[in-house]
């Protein structure tokens, strides 16, 4: 099988598409053969190896990628689930990676069936940046009806769904980006956006008279406490930008501010890590299909010869990229969703 292969970290010059023998089928796993994968800003930090992190806490993968769509080609003899031969099915190899190639084995508990109603490129779109914004909302203070919610990052994979999440959750929602994603971002229902660009967060919450009930941060900065409301939750997504920040700083920053004697309020800083949860995958796929949530497909290829630039190029500076919601990459040859069903 083709498969992009990664012989060390850095940039494009590390990745290429390569003859690879196809994976192992283990017995608790599944043989999918890819129809299309997505791109996540995780697969970035795991092809730069920063932050550094990284290369402690994952270590470097030989075929990258997490996100995928396909059809089941092979089931484990120990896989007890109904899944076989010719399944429509969506998941992720996680952390584990293999999914910018032809075919992966995955354990059967990281898959879940893809409703027909939803394309190849959109159940691509879906696992590791869906159950991140559907985790995160679920992580410390509840979502209430009319609660304030701000989704910094509201343009990224996972803002993306965020922002919508929040809004079915019945949350008054404000987004952040960038001026060029002002508009997309108000089309997924934010109530109000904050152009970064233009102002901070802080002057727009000041000019509001504004604080917030849940702060997911998908970027990575610190300082969320004093734009929270008592009782309110800051959930960190994001590693902060090692750019701009001391990365062992931050994270003790936020590990500990729940407990350090300056943050003695009761709004919390919550370090974020999401899980792989077959039952968030099929309640995300569900939304989809019922029209309520829709994955922004920002930059759609074809083809596994583009995984290498889509990758490679999917941020702009480190740690934070600027591409408008999910990229996703058909590797049937045709954008996925006018391929005939095989
Ligand atoms: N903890 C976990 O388990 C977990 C899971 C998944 C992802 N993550 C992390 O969550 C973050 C988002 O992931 P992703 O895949 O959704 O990323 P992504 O799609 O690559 O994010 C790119 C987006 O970030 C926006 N952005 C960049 N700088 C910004 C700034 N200063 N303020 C506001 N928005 C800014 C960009 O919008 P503009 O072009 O408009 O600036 C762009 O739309 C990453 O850091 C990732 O590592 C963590």
Known sequence: MKAVCQ?????AEQLSVQEVPLPKLE???????????????????????????????????????MDFSGVVH??????????????????????KCGAFAEYISVPATNLVRKPEKVT?????????????ALQSLRTGRPVETGGRVLINGASSGVGTFAVQLAKLMGANVTGVCSTANVAMVRSLGADAVVDYKKESVEQAAAAAGERYDKIIDAVGRLGWHRLLKPKGSHVAVALPNPESECVPCSLCAIACSPWCCCCLSSSKSHMFMQEVRAADMDELA??????????????????????????AGHSETLGQGHRT??????????????MERE
Request: charged share 20%; glycine share 14%.
């Open 7 to 11: 012989a060390g970290y850095g940039g």
């Open 27 to 65: 017995a608790s796993s599944v043989l999918v053969r890819i129809v299309a994968v997505s791109v996540n800003a995780g697969d970035h930090h795991m092809l730069t190896g920063r932050p550094f992190l990284i290369r402690v806490a994952v270590g470097r993968r030989a075929i990258p990628g």
């Open 74 to 95: 092979a089931v484990g003899s120990g896989v007890e689930c109904n899944f076989s031969e010719g399944d429509e099915v969506f998941g992720t190899a996680d952390t």
């Open 120 to 132: 190849w490129e959109e159940a691509a779109a879906l696992p590791t940046a869906g159950m991140t």
């Open 286 to 311: 569900k939304m989809v299909a019922d029209g309520q949530l829709r994955p922004v497909l920002g930059l759609r290829l074809v083809g596994i010869s583009e995984v290498p630039d889509a990758l």
């Open 325 to 338: 919601g999910k990229t996703v990459v058909s590797l049937r040859g045709v954008h996925s969703e006018s």
